[in-house]
C-alpha cells in the first residue's frame, strides 16, 4: 500500500485571498503547499482593470512572508462596461491569465456581474481570438429556478449558447457540482475545462443539512446529492485530463458564517491536500493524484509544470486547528467531519 507520495508542487485554480488582515493570514496557508493559484477578482469593489489587478497583485505578494514563494495568477472581474482593449493588454503584458463571469447576483459580491451576456461578446470574441480563459460560475440567477437546479440550467441556457456563438473561446467550469456538468465537460472539446473543489468532492447535501444546519458547509454553488458527488469523484479519478483542482476556499469571519444569513464560502486552503488525497486513496486512485492537483491545471493554462515537488506522506490523524485569527476576526478552517491521514511536506 502507497504510503508516500512524491508528487510536482500543486497549484490552486481557484482561490479567494480576499484583502487586508483576511488576506494575511489565509495566503501562507496556500502558498505553503501550492505554486501558484487563480486569483479570485470578487472583492469590494472588484479587480475590474489591468491596473486593478496589478495593485492586488502587489498587495499579495507584499503580504507574502519572506521564507515563502508563490505566484499569483491575477484574473480580471467581467463587468457589462469591461473594455476589450484592457483584457487585451492585461493578457499580452503576461500579469492576467483569465477573465472571471459572474452572473450579477449569483453569489458572493457579485453584483457588479453580468445580466445581459449579448452585452459582452465583444470581450468574449477579443478573448477567443488571444486564447485568454474565461473562468465561469455557472449558475443562473432566476428566482424561479430552484437552487439545486441553477447549475444544469446555466449549462443549457447561458453556457453552450455562449459557446457555439464564440468558436475557440476557451472556457473553465468552475466548481462543478453536478453530474450534468461532469458530463458536459467531458462531452466538449480541448477548448473546455472544469475545477472541483475539496468540499464538493467530500461532502453531499446532507452532510451540510441532516441533524443540523452546518453552516461552514454552506457554499456556492450548493452541495448536491450524493449521486453528484459520486460523478464528481468519479471524473477527478479517472484520470480525465480536462479537469483539475480548483479548490475555491473562500474565507468568511466566523461571525458571517455562524450567522442568521450565513455567507456562502468554505476555506479549505489549510487541509486542501489532505483532502484530496483522501478522496483518490478511498477510490484506489493514488496513481491520478499528481495529474489532478499537479499536472491538467498548468496544461490547460499553456502553463509550465513546477519544478518543484511536495510530498505525502500517510500517518496519524492530521491534526489542524479550528480557527485562525483574522484582525480582529477568527476564520473557521473547514473540517470535513472525517480524519484525514495525508500530511504534506516540501
Ligand atoms: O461559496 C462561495 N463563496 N462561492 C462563490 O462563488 C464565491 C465565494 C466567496 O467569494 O465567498
Ligand atoms: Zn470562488
Avoid at 131 to 147: F, R
Avoid at 245 to 263: M, N, Q, V, Y
Avoid at 302 to 307: A, E, N, Q, Y
Avoid at 309 to 331: E, I, M, S
Amino acid at each position: 500500500m502507497t504510503q508516500s507520495l512524491t508528487i510536482r508542487r500543486p497549484d490552486d485554480w481557484h482561490l479567494h485571498l480576499r484583502d487586508g488582515a483576511m488576506m494575511e493570514t489565509v495566503l501562507p496557508e496556500t502558498a505553503r503547499h501550492f505554486g501558484r493559484a487563480i486569483i479570485m477578482p470578487n472583492l469590494v469593489p472588484p479587480v475590474v482593470t489591468g491596473a486593478d489587478a496589478a495593485a492586488y497583485r502587489d498587495r499579495i505578494l507584499a503580504a507574502l512572508p519572506a521564507d515563502m514563494t508563490f505566484e499569483p495568477l491575477m484574473t480580471l472581474y467581467m463587468t457589462e462596461e469591461t473594455d476589450p482593449e484592457d483584457v487585451r493588454r492585461a493578457a499580452a503584458s503576461g500579469l492576467v491569465k483569465a477573465v472571471k463571469l459572474y452572473p450579477a447576483g449569483a453569489t458572493t459580491n457579485s453584483s457588479s456581474g453580468v445580466r445581459d451576456f449579448d452585452r459582452i461578446r465583444g470581450v468574449l470574441e477579443v478573448m477567443a481570438e488571444i486564447g485568454l480563459p474565461l473562468c465561469v460560475h455557472g449558475e443562473v440567477t432566476d428566482a424561479e429556478i430552484d437552487i439545486f437546479d441553477r447549475e444544469a440550467v446555466f449549462i443549457d441556457r447561458v453556457l453552450d449558447p455562449i459557446r457555439r456563438k464564440t468558436p475557440g473561446l476557451r472556457v473553465v467550469m468552475e466548481h462543478i457540482t453536478t453530474a450534468q456538468a461532469a458530463d458536459y465537460v467531458k462531452g466538449g472539446d480541448e477548448s473546455l475545462a472544469a475545477t472541483i473543489t475539496v468540499q464538493h468532492l467530500m461532502l453531499e447535501r446532507n452532510d451540510m443539512l441532516v441533524g443540523g444546519m452546518r453552516p461552514h458547509y454552506y457554499c456556492l454553488p450548493i452541495l448536491k446529492r450524493r449521486d453528484h458527488r459520486d460523478a464528481l469523484v468519479a471524473l477527478a479519478t479517472s484520470g480525465f485530463e480536462r479537469t483539475f483542482l480548483g479548490t475555491d476556499s473562500a474565507p468568511h469571519p466566523t461571525h458571517r458564517k455562524e450567522a442568521e444569513c450565513c455567507a456562502a464560502g468554505a476555506f479549505t486552503a489549510p487541509i486542501a491536500l489532505s483532502c484530496i488525497a483522501e478522496v483518490f486513496e478511498a477510490q484506489g486512485a493514488l496513481d491520478k493524484f499528481e495529474a489532478f492537483v499537479s499536472l491538467n491545471g498548468p496544461a490547460f493554462y499553456g502553463l509550465p509544470v513546477s519544478d518543484e515537488t511536495r510530498t505525502l506522506t500517510k500517518g496519524d490523524t492530521v491534526d489542524f486547528p479550528a480557527t485562525l485569527d483574522a484582525g480582529d476576526d477568527t476564520v473557521t478552517v473547514f473540517d470535513p467531519g472525517v480524519p484525514l491521514h495525508w500530511h504534506v511536506s516540501a
